[in-house]
């Protein structure tokens, strides 16, 4: 059995594993859910080209689709595809019925080796579906109001059950209310179930009444770093009929850094919760053969290199490529100098740099991590022998067929950030003050700084206390009542080591210790106004700082632990102090936060905060200690030590090779065996809560959290025929890039707002409207959080950035309009930019379209999700022909816009968009409809996926 790790890979270092050996070994644990109830058959497959073979592994036989046998029995060159198509191919044959999945699908993947890219629709289905509580809830309400409507239809509700293997893990509910103490962390969590009492009421009802749900109870990890460490086992199994089917794990999440789990060779993205609630009742995902784009790396990173570097430079490279919509699929010697966790990090910012997935095969990394981390021994000979039989195992051998290729050498990776707005941003650290001195410029508009502090000895530079870095523009630093320092454009005061994308890699997190460490010990400290804060992705990640002592260096720095889950990143941030706060806000300033999660978008972590930047874990302690991003701090003092010296980041930054021994001496297996050995337990807080059973919910009509959402009113057996747009008013007018933080409900929920009203209405005081995320389960709070951005612009209101548009000459909150056109009966239309809906997969922006009313949106280009998500709640998508938009052809939002032809609409189809100008002049555009399938096209007859869904589980 594995004692401990003797050797964890680090940058440059050899990509082997090995282990002590145990003279007892310890109790197995199996990630494997055990069997669940309602669990449909896996396969019935037709077997046109006889694959169905079996796998002897030890004393254990199990059943698979052999793609060695298929490729001789008439699938010829599969060998060649790429690692992730041959999991798609596997799906397929193991699912062949003759309806859903056809021979001619099957024949379609090997088709592709010709083309490397395909228009054809395949019907795909994943082995188990992932969740987070603010993706999850909306999901299992939906799940409760469809056993509801299942009554009014004269069903039974018992029919509607998540059909494969579903588990929620609480982790977006959390936020960093304290900080910088001993107490925080219990504070917190206790803040947190005040807030989130009726939701969490909420989902142990749904685990007892729903079979095949699981829920990991909050305080215990992020989705992503759970799936990783226990839930995900590469290869699954199931037995039916006296035999054991094994396949390759597969899954979708509500969450689009589902992908995380790519870097362990489990094929996996996100999707928006409706097309996570079909696949939970057992329909395919429909979707086209993707290009599959080869990522080729060769070299090793050079020393004190992170992964953090790694990945920003891949985002960049991968963005200015273009993989919106593709798969990415990683390869090359470059694999043998990086760790599995690495690889994750990769594979978990997928969405960021556009792709669908971010996949890297199974290799031998990958068998020494799941022994690592605890998974069962039969299960790890079982994942080498099937990858092995399979051709799906990374040997060296023949590179695969790819649509298109890049490389990137990984000594060339140098030190970096993202930032202010978006994730592939990439400048370098040596660059970022000067970038961040440019950026300052477009973020106040290009407004002068009047106020520059004189220039002393011909050197401009800071006048705060503990501040050093020289700058070629001074700032004007603004008084913090009851403080002794000031606050200045550039100023970081929110410094997080957040959960996701790098808590997983314990190279960077012990990074961070000994940059703490190093730090402590030359005296240096944080700025008074910087919020620090530590929210690892798993309690395994406090076992191993605690026992290396790093913990002890990050308390000294206010790094305390702040609570297990996803916080900063995704605007779960908490509130500043309000001295802090109030200056910002009082003098136009342009404050910072440093954070090392993946999402950086405008409004989004904090609404005082107005330039964020992604950087590695060890940086983040660095600006923490700069407290600006107007230091360079890659050659600038970051401060003094106790006898008055400079010191500077290299100083106090540590070797790779330190960090190394850190991991062996400190990381054991023993470690996930007892923190998962009962995962779905919980805390007091979570055993205390009361709960109540029922087929169907008893809906709280006093609830601000929880509410039956009004999709399935008046529905019948059979839907009514799709009705044309007629007369549509304009909305909104957006230019690229508008992401579904900016149409989503996230975040804090400000008292002026409409939702902050409608809870104000509802006697809930300010200090408990908690989060957008955290009332996700409540449509009448979403609805009116949709398109209320702090940060969103719409163009029909222009200068003027928030929820807003123009109605009748006057400036109104997009919901209080949206509602007035719907009691006119007056549908309404969007026009967009390029890439709209870039982001997280959420659902919200998509059901929040639909319930204001929105019947299209027409745009010069989508992202993958948020376009599938429109189409699962009704909406039309449309995109203009190329070099067309609405600016081109004159739209300024006073317009009225017709859509004919809706009833005859085919998937991709062009039509006729006719719009009629405020002075009566009419012009006509044509459009793509972006139906990209017949089951979507379907979805849109039905009213929408969870109709479709629902009248076939009442039908059968």
Same mark, same amino acid.
């Given at each position: 059995m594995l004692r401990k790790f003797s050797q964890i890979r680090q940058p440059g270092i050899p990509r082997t594993w090995t282990a002590r050996i145990q003279p007892k070994a310890a109790p197995a644990l199996s990630g494997t859910p055990p069997p669940r109830r309602g669990s449909p058959a896996v396969t019935k497959s037709l077997d046109s080209f006889k694959a169905r073979k079996t796998l002897k592994v030890g004393d254990k036989t199990y059943t698979y689709f052999s793609l060695p046998d298929a490729e001789k029995n008439g699938l010829e060159g599969i060998s060649k595809l790429p690692f992730s198509l041959k999991v798609i191919l596997e799906n397929l044959l193991r699912f062949e019925d003759g309806r859903t999945v056809t021979k001619e699908d099957i024949k379609a993947v090997a088709d592709w080796l010709k083309t490397r890219t395909s228009s054809h629709e395949i019907s795909y289905r994943p082995a188990r579906v992932l969740m987070q509580d603010f993706t999850g809830v909306p999901a299992v309400v939906d799940l409760a109001a469809m056993r509801d409507a299942a009554v009014k239809l004269g069903g039974d509700p018992k029919k509607v059950n998540p059909l494969v293997p579903v588990d929620l893990v609480i982790d977006h509910s959390v936020m960093v209310d304290y900080f910088g103490t001993a107490a925080a962390f219990r504070q917190n969590v206790e803040r947190e179930y005040e807030r989130n009492q009726e939701r969490y009421e909420f989902l142990r009802w749904g685990q007892s009444a729903f079979d095949n749900f699981r829920a990991v109870p909050p305080g215990t990890g992020i989705c992503h770093q759970v799936n990783l460490e226990y839930l995900a086992q590469t290869v699954w199994t199931k037995t039916e009929d006296g035999e054991t089917i094994a396949y390759p794990d597969t899954l979708v999440g509500t969450d689009s850094h589902t992908t995380m789990v790519n870097g362990l060779a489990v094929l996996g993205w996100g999707v928006g919760g409706i097309e996570a609630e079909a696949a939970m009742l057992g329909q395919p995902i429909s979707m086209l053969l993707p290009e599959v784009v080869g990522f080729k790396l060769t070299g090793k990173l050079n020393d004190g290199i992170t992964a953090t570097d790694l990945v920003l430079t891949v985002t960049q490279m991968l963005r200015k490529k273009g993989v919106v919509g593709k798969f990415v699929e990683f390869y090359g010697e470059g694999l043998d100098h990086l760790s599995l966790e690495d690889a994750a990090t990769i594979a978990n910012m997928a969405p960021e740099y556009g792709a669908t997935c971010g996949f890297f095969p199974v290799d031998n990394d990958t068998l020494a991590f799941l022994k690592a981390t605890g998974r069962d @021994?039969?299960?790890?000979? !079982?994942?080498?022998?099937?990858?092995?039989? #399979?051709?799906?195992?990374?040997?060296?051998?023949?590179?695969?067929?790819?649509?298109?290729?890049?490389?990137?050498?990984?000594?060339?990776?140098?030190?970096?950030?993202?930032?202010?707005?978006? =994730?592939?941003?990439?400048?370098?650290?040596?660059? @970022?003050?000067?970038?961040?001195?440019?950026?300052?410029?477009?973020?106040?508009?290009?407004?002068?700084? #009047?106020?520059?502090?004189?220039?002393?000895?011909?050197?401009? /530079?800071?006048?705060?206390?503990?501040?050093?870095?020289?700058?070629?523009? =001074?700032?004007?630093?603004?008084?913090?009542?009851?403080?002794?320092?000031?606050? @200045?454009?550039?100023?970081?005061?929110?410094a997080a080591i957040t959960s996701c994308t790098n808590t997983s890699n314990p190279s960077v997190l012990i990074g961070a210790g000994l940059v703490a460490r190093n730090a402590r010990k030359k005296g240096l400290k944080v700025k008074p106004w910087v919020k620090t804060s530590l929210a690892p992705g798993s309690q395994v990640v406090?076992?191993?700082?605690?026992?290396?002592?790093?913990?002890?260096?990050?308390?000294?720095?206010?790094?305390?632990?702040?609570?297990?889950?996803?916080?900063?990143?995704?605007?779960?941030?908490?509130? !500043?102090?309000?001295?802090?706060?109030? *200056?910002?806000?009082?003098?136009?300033?342009?404050?910072?936060?440093?954070?090392?999660?993946?999402?950086?978008?405008e409004g989004r972590v904090n609404p005082d905060v107005r330039a964020n930047y992604l950087a590695s874990p060890p940086l983040v302690v660095a600006y923490a200690i700069a407290g600006s991003l107007n230091v360079n701090v890659a050659e600038d003092p970051l401060g003094v030590d106790q006898d008055g010296n400079p010191v500077f980041l290299k100083d106090i930054w540590p070797t790779t090779q330190e960090i190394t021994d850190i991991i062996r001496s400190t990381i054991t297996e023993e470690m996930f065996r007892g923190r998962y050995s009962d995962v779905f337990k919980g805390d007091e807080h979570w055993q205390g809560i009361?709960?109540?059973?029922?087929?169907?919910?008893?809906?709280?009509?006093?609830?601000?959290?929880?509410?039956?959402?009004?999709?399935?009113?008046?529905?019948?057996?059979?839907?009514? =025929?799709?009705?044309?747009?007629?007369?549509?008013?304009?909305?909104?007018?957006?230019?690229?890039?508008?992401? *579904?933080?900016?149409?989503?409900?996230?975040?804090?929920?400000?008292?002026?707002?409409?939702?902050?009203?409608?809870?104000?209405?509802?006697?809930?005081?300010?200090?408990?409207?908690?989060?957008?995320?955290?009332?996700?389960?409540?449509?009448?709070?979403?609805? /009116?959080?949709?398109?209320?951005?702090?940060?969103?612009?719409?163009?029909?209101?222009?200068?003027?950035?928030?929820?807003?548009?123009?109605?009748?000459?006057?400036?109104?909150?997009?919901?209080?309009?949206?509602?007035?056109?719907?009691?006119?009966?007056? =549908?309404?239309?969007?026009?967009?930019?390029?890439?709209?809906?870039?982001?997280?997969? /959420?659902?919200?922006?998509?059901?929040?379209? *639909? !319930?204001?009313?929105?019947?299209?949106?027409?745009?010069?280009?989508?992202?993958?999700?948020?376009?599938?998500?429109?189409?699962?709640?009704?909406?039309?998508?449309?995109?203009?022909?190329?070099?067309?938009?609405?600016?081109?052809?004159?739209?300024?939002?006073?317009?009225?816009?017709?859509?004919?032809?809706?009833a005859d609409l085919k998937p991709r189809q062009m039509v006729d968009i006719e719009v009629e100008f405020a002075d009566g002049s009419k012009k006509t555009i044509e459009a793509l409809c972006r139906i990209d399938t017949l089951d979507e096209l379907e979805y849109i007859k039905a009213g929408g996926i969870l109709h479709y869904v629902l009248r076939n589980l009442v039908n059968s």
């Amino acid at each position: 059995m594995l004692r401990k790790f003797s050797q964890i890979r680090q940058p440059g270092i050899p990509r082997t594993w090995t282990a002590r050996i145990q003279p007892k070994a310890a109790p197995a644990l199996s990630g494997t859910p055990p069997p669940r109830r309602g669990s449909p058959a896996v396969t019935k497959s037709l077997d046109s080209f006889k694959a169905r073979k079996t796998l002897k592994v030890g004393d254990k036989t199990y059943t698979y689709f052999s793609l060695p046998d298929a490729e001789k029995n008439g699938l010829e060159g599969i060998s060649k595809l790429p690692f992730s198509l041959k999991v798609i191919l596997e799906n397929l044959l193991r699912f062949e019925d003759g309806r859903t999945v056809t021979k001619e699908d099957i024949k379609a993947v090997a088709d592709w080796l010709k083309t490397r890219t395909s228009s054809h629709e395949i019907s795909y289905r994943p082995a188990r579906v992932l969740m987070q509580d603010f993706t999850g809830v909306p999901a299992v309400v939906d799940l409760a109001a469809m056993r509801d409507a299942a009554v009014k239809l004269g069903g039974d509700p018992k029919k509607v059950n998540p059909l494969v293997p579903v588990d929620l893990v609480i982790d977006h509910s959390v936020m960093v209310d304290y900080f910088g103490t001993a107490a925080a962390f219990r504070q917190n969590v206790e803040r947190e179930y005040e807030r989130n009492q009726e939701r969490y009421e909420f989902l142990r009802w749904g685990q007892s009444a729903f079979d095949n749900f699981r829920a990991v109870p909050p305080g215990t990890g992020i989705c992503h770093q759970v799936n990783l460490e226990y839930l995900a086992q590469t290869v699954w199994t199931k037995t039916e009929d006296g035999e054991t089917i094994a396949y390759p794990d597969t899954l979708v999440g509500t969450d689009s850094h589902t992908t995380m789990v790519n870097g362990l060779a489990v094929l996996g993205w996100g999707v928006g919760g409706i097309e996570a609630e079909a696949a939970m009742l057992g329909q395919p995902i429909s979707m086209l053969l993707p290009e599959v784009v080869g990522f080729k790396l060769t070299g090793k990173l050079n020393d004190g290199i992170t992964a953090t570097d790694l990945v920003l430079t891949v985002t960049q490279m991968l963005r200015k490529k273009g993989v919106v919509g593709k798969f990415v699929e990683f390869y090359g010697e470059g694999l043998d100098h990086l760790s599995l966790e690495d690889a994750a990090t990769i594979a978990n910012m997928a969405p960021e740099y556009g792709a669908t997935c971010g996949f890297f095969p199974v290799d031998n990394d990958t068998l020494a991590f799941l022994k690592a981390t605890g998974r069962d @021994a039969d299960r790890v000979a !079982l994942v080498e022998a099937y990858s092995k039989a #399979q051709g799906m195992y990374r040997d060296g051998g023949v590179e695969p067929v790819f649509t298109d290729t890049l490389e990137l050498d990984l000594s060339s990776v140098v030190p970096s950030l993202a930032g202010p707005k978006r =994730p592939q941003d990439r400048v370098t650290l040596r660059d @970022a003050a000067k970038e961040f001195a440019k950026a300052l410029e477009d973020i106040k508009g290009g407004r002068k700084n #009047q106020d520059a502090i004189p220039a002393v000895n011909g050197e401009s /530079r800071f006048v705060d206390e503990g501040a050093t870095g020289v700058l070629d523009k =001074p700032h004007q630093r603004y008084d913090v009542k009851g403080a002794d320092h000031g606050l @200045a454009d550039g100023d970081v005061v929110i410094a997080a080591i957040t959960s996701c994308t790098n808590t997983s890699n314990p190279s960077v997190l012990i990074g961070a210790g000994l940059v703490a460490r190093n730090a402590r010990k030359k005296g240096l400290k944080v700025k008074p106004w910087v919020k620090t804060s530590l929210a690892p992705g798993s309690q395994v990640v406090t076992d191993y700082l605690v026992k290396a002592g790093l913990q002890d260096d990050l308390d000294a720095l206010g790094f305390n632990l702040t609570g297990y889950g996803c916080t900063t990143c995704i605007g779960n941030s908490g509130p !500043l102090p309000e001295e802090i706060s109030a *200056t910002i806000n009082e003098n136009d300033l342009v404050a910072c936060s440093v954070l090392s999660g993946n999402r950086n978008f405008e409004g989004r972590v904090n609404p005082d905060v107005r330039a964020n930047y992604l950087a590695s874990p060890p940086l983040v302690v660095a600006y923490a200690i700069a407290g600006s991003l107007n230091v360079n701090v890659a050659e600038d003092p970051l401060g003094v030590d106790q006898d008055g010296n400079p010191v500077f980041l290299k100083d106090i930054w540590p070797t790779t090779q330190e960090i190394t021994d850190i991991i062996r001496s400190t990381i054991t297996e023993e470690m996930f065996r007892g923190r998962y050995s009962d995962v779905f337990k919980g805390d007091e807080h979570w055993q205390g809560i009361k709960v109540e059973g029922g087929l169907t919910y008893s809906w709280p009509t006093s609830s601000t959290y929880i509410q039956n959402p009004p999709y399935f009113e008046g529905m019948t057996m059979e839907p009514k =025929p799709l009705q044309d747009i007629d007369n549509a008013a304009v909305m909104g007018l957006f230019l690229d890039s508008i992401t *579904t933080d900016h149409i989503s409900p996230a975040g804090s929920i400000k008292a002026d707002s409409p939702a902050g009203t409608y809870l104000s209405e509802h006697q809930v005081a300010v200090r408990d409207f908690n989060s957008y995320g955290a009332r996700r389960g409540n449509h009448e709070v979403m609805m /009116r959080g949709t398109f209320a951005n702090i940060r969103i612009k719409n163009q029909m209101v222009p200068g003027v950035e928030g929820g807003y548009t123009m109605k009748d000459g006057k400036q109104r909150w997009i919901y209080d309009a949206a509602m007035e056109y719907r009691a006119a009966g007056q =549908p309404l239309v969007i026009f967009a930019g390029k890439e709209y809906g870039t982001g997280s997969s /959420r659902d919200w922006a998509a059901k929040g379209t *639909t !319930l204001l009313g929105v019947r299209a949106v027409i745009a010069q280009s989508f992202e993958r999700i948020h376009r599938s998500n429109l189409v699962g709640m009704g909406v039309l998508p449309f995109t203009f022909k190329d070099g067309e938009s609405w600016q081109s052809h004159g739209i300024t939002g006073t317009e009225k816009v017709t859509i004919k032809g809706v009833a005859d609409l085919k998937p991709r189809q062009m039509v006729d968009i006719e719009v009629e100008f405020a002075d009566g002049s009419k012009k006509t555009i044509e459009a793509l409809c972006r139906i990209d399938t017949l089951d979507e096209l379907e979805y849109i007859k039905a009213g929408g996926i969870l109709h479709y869904v629902l009248r076939n589980l009442v039908n059968s």
